[in-house]
């Protein structure tokens, strides 16, 4: 049974920085594609940046230089979100596929992904 536990979010001003993390709990594999998605009320939820089990990062335009992701050897995936804006308040999720390599045009899918956190939602204030 996989678990994706996720913690980190908050309320920051804009321009400030925040972590998010998501644990991979019951499952171990060196093949993981893992990604962070965000949704806003009433929107479809987006593809924000992906990591792929290749070490391939792939993040969509509107945050590149300012998110980063990555995954430590406890299998941790982690969302590093500075030089936040307001347009960024949304639920974010982490997702997880195993034995897997995505292609660039498949890592910001979300229909991709078999696992999914339970959100963590982050609030920019102006």
């Known amino acids: 049974q996989v678990q994706l536990v996720e913690s980190g979010g908050g309320s920051v001003q804009a321009g400030g920085s925040l972590r998010l993390s998501c644990a991979f709990l019951?499952?171990?594999?060196?093949?993981?594609?893992s990604g962070w998605f965000r949704q806003t009320p009433g929107k479809e939820r987006e593809g924000v940046a992906a990591?792929?089990?290749?070490?391939?990062t792939t993040y969509v335009d509107f945050v590149k230089g300012r998110f980063t992701i990555s995954k430590d050897r406890a299998n941790t995936l982690y969302l590093e979100m500075s030089n936040l804006k307001p347009e960024d308040t949304a639920m974010y999720y982490c997702?997880?596929?195993?034995?897997?390599?995505?292609?660039?045009?498949?890592?910001?899918?979300?229909?991709?992904?078999?696992?999914w956190g339970q959100g963590t939602q982050v609030t920019v204030s102006s």
């Open positions: 997702a997880a596929l195993y034995s897997c390599w995505l292609s660039p045009t498949e890592r910001l899918r979300q229909e991709i992904y078999q696992y």
């Open positions: 019951g499952r171990t594999s060196t093949r993981i594609c």
């Open positions: 990591l792929n089990s290749d070490g391939a």
